[in-house]
């Protein structure tokens, strides 16, 4: 039973994490699927769990093992190439709705199978409480080596198909031959010799349904990085960098070159040290050899992708490239080197990982960067050449008064592309004819930023357009309130009635936060009634361990993601420390001999709680890591005793139960957690008051503990 308790763990979490990177992957790095992925994945668990329970001859663990080996590598390429099924092109955003049901849909069958295998496996110890919390414990220790795996070999080793191949040939391997003597050996020998099979085989398989995915173009590369999922590819003469399956940027394409290097100088005309933080291969840098007065340092995290990227353009060689995250690098260096002009290309924020370039945080860190009349210009793909819809007037005024809390000056220019100047200097009230003169006297003449180009995007009636429909009181974007995100969504969710409809529904309506508050409290009150009060509050407990913790590690990934940016390689790592948490906190409980465990290990969670409330804003960037890591394992190893409580009080005296109810009730806790905190009660009220939410809660599961004694 332990040896089946930790291959599940190594299994579900392995596959959990791996289903999660490729659905982040292939919907634009929208990090609000990881919540809806999860949910899909534990509503799958809990019901195979709760029917796995129930039926009288269980399925044997093996051939579930093999069943769910089959179907993770099965359901990853059907997330992949479900883009090309449905009849997207490339770098098209999938509707939200429609991404969102992708994502439960296709996380649902190896969930599915993992939840009965709980069941299965904890029906071979006799006691329920005592076989229950068994294989609890191990799977927790399992799912910790699962995740580090998956960490350690992701990239560097293995791709997300080959890994979850490896997944499936070790766990059938292990759990098919008893390991004894020599057994033990043979087994590690053949393992050993597959994986090195499928390291050199499977990636052949990757490229087929890459070059599927992407056609009528050529695959140049694909691989991973700690930042996402990266894509080259070409057609004739264009070269296309696609990230997290969405377009970054095109080669050639010298009028967006132009428009990224070429306006800030208008306004700074003796601009000589330039920092841009992105991509510089895809014109910048042949734009730079023109500007011999200009010295351009660029900064991207993505260190893999400069030498894939020269293979396939050729490089300038005078532009300084630092391989580094630009929060970390502003933050973490001393500022010896002022820039007159800093250049942000964030893309959409349509994620937390894009996002952050637009919040309070990061552009207070920008004036560092700065000299006192430096120019931060952020070129965005908004058009506002003419009509303003009401979504886009929201987001963009969030942009602006985001901008304009930090700096002094918020200027803009209408177009096909909106593009933001701002500086602490007043630069930006000149003529129109000095504009004119200043493109005339630079080394290089723009071919697309001429005359007619300028009288036109300068036009009055388009400039007044702008400015009336900003709203200047529009609260600011920050980690406690990430407003921009979700605007982005609903913008995104406009090009199709359907998905406009569930979107705002979801991401904009106080209707799905209320329902969710009526079920707990339905349940809070079914639970602390009748003569067995007892008993049947600890499902409550079992959801309350559920829906706190699961919360916890969201809200964990979320701030962590907005500020370090990395969340896509270390998800393995933290998913595995947060159930190595609950799996020793689970052993503490059961060798624990004290009664009414559910005191000590709520108000455990409690405190950690309010303790992440009054400290995750104060974290130096270079502890992030190692903060969050504390944090999940403090909050998992309260939940793994307040597990053992429940278990403890649902099973006393009842050895012929459901062993899947207890768990099945965690486990939706934990998908209401996963679906609603980031997802729908995050936009509503902001982080603090949803971590003081959670507070709240687990007050209250500590009173109806005491009512129930």
Do not use: C
């Not at 894009?354 to 945080?361: A, L």
């Amino acid at each position: 039973m332990n040896k089946k308790a930790f291959l599940l763990g190594f299994f579900s979490v392995g596959g959990q994490v791996l289903l999660i990177r490729e659905l982040v992957a292939g919907f634009s790095g929208d990090e609000l699927f990881i919540g809806t992925a999860l949910f899909g994945w534990l509503l799958a668990v809990a019901l195979g769990s709760y029917l796995g329970g129930k039926k009288a001859n269980p399925l044997k663990a093996d051939f579930l093992f093999i069943s769910g080996a089959i179907l993770l590598p099965v359901s990853i390429i059907a997330i992949r190439l479900s883009s090309t099924i449905l009849n997207y092109s490339i770098g098209e955003i999938i509707p939200f709705g429609l991404a969102t049901l992708i994502s439960i849909l296709l996380t649902f069958p190896t969930g599915f199978i993992s939840g009965i295998l709980f069941s299965s496996v904890s029906r071979e110890g006799y006691r329920p409480a005592a076989s229950i919390n068994r294989v609890y414990l191990f799977e927790g220790i399992g799912a910790f080596v699962g995740g580090v795996a998956v960490t350690a070999l992701i990239g560097p080793v293995f791709s997300n198909l080959s890994m979850a191949v490896a997944l499936g040939i070790i766990v059938i391997l292990f759990g098919l031959v008893s390991l004894n003597g020599r057994a033990v050996y043979v087994t590690a020998f053949v393992s050993l010799l597959m994986l090195i099979a499928v390291k050199y085989m499977v990636p052949k398989f990757d490229y087929y349904f890459y070059k599927i995915k992407y056609h009528p173009y050529n695959v140049e590369n694909s691989f991973e990085t700690y930042y996402g999922h990266q894509a080259i590819i070409t057609r004739d003469s264009t070269v296309v960098l696609l990230t997290d399956n969405k377009i970054e940027a095109v080669h050639p394409e010298l009028e967006t070159a132009e428009n990224i290097l070429i306006p800030p100088l208008l306004y700074k005309p003796d601009a000589g040290n330039i920092l841009i933080i992105g991509r510089t291969e895809f014109g910048i840098e042949h734009l730079s050899t023109l500007l011999p007065k200009t010295k351009i340092t660029a900064i991207d995290p993505r260190g893999m992708l400069g030498p894939a990227m020269d293979r396939v353009i050729n490089s300038n060689q005078n532009i300084i490239r630092i391989v580094d995250d630009p929060t970390a690098y502003i933050s973490n260096r001393d500022i010896i080197t002022k820039y007159d002009i800093v250049i942000v290309v964030p893309g959409e924020p349509d994620s937390y990982k894009n996002g952050r370039y637009f919040s309070e945080r990061f552009l207070r860190l920008t004036r560092r960067m700065l000299k006192p009349d430096g120019i931060l210009y952020i070129p965005t793909s908004y058009d506002t050449d003419r009509f303003i819809s009401g979504q886009k007037r929201r987001l963009l005024s969030t942009i602006y008064s985001t901008l304009g809390y930090i700096y002094r000056y918020v200027h803009l220019w209408p177009g096909t592309t909106t593009l933001f100047f701002v500086s602490n200097a007043s630069l930006f009230e000149i003529p129109y004819e000095t504009i004119i003169n200043r493109i005339d006297g630079m080394d290089y003449k723009p071919q697309f930023i001429s005359d007619n180009y300028l009288k036109d995007r300068l036009d009055e009636f388009k400039l007044s357009n702008l400015y009336n429909s900003l709203d200047s009181s529009a609260e600011i974007n920050n980690l406690e309130n990430p407003k921009l995100i979700y605007n982005q969504i609903l913008l995104n969710s406009q090009l199709d009635n359907t998905d406009s409809v569930i979107t705002y529904f979801v991401l904009d309506s106080l209707y799905p936060a209320l329902f969710a508050l009526l079920v707990i409290i339905l349940l809070f009150l079914f639970s602390i009634r009748g003569r067995r009060k007892r008993k049947t509050y600890g499902l409550f407990l079992y959801f309350t361990a559920g829906l706190t913790t699961l919360s916890a590690e969201l809200i964990a990934f979320y701030v962590y993601q907005s500020s370090a940016g990395s969340l896509y390689s270390e998800l393995g790592l933290l998913i595995g420390t947060f159930m190595l948490g609950l799996s020793l906190g689970t052993y503490i409980a059961i060798k624990s001999e004290a009664g009414r465990l559910e005191y000590p290990s709520l108000l455990l969670l409690l405190t950690s709680m309010l303790l992440y409330l009054i400290t995750y804003a104060q974290i130096p960037q270079s502890a992030l890591i190692y903060y969050h890591l504390l944090f999940l394992f403090t909050t998992a190893l309260a939940g793994g005793g307040l597990f053992v409580s429940a278990t403890y009080r649902y099973y006393f005296g009842r050895a012929k139960s459901n062993r899947g109810t207890g768990y099945a009730y965690e486990i939706t806790g934990s998908a209401i957690g996963a679906l609603f905190a980031m997802t729908i009660i995050l936009p509503l009220i902001g982080l603090q008051w949803l971590i003081g939410l959670i507070i709240i809660f687990l007050f209250i599961g500590l009173v109806g503990a005491y009512m129930t004694e």
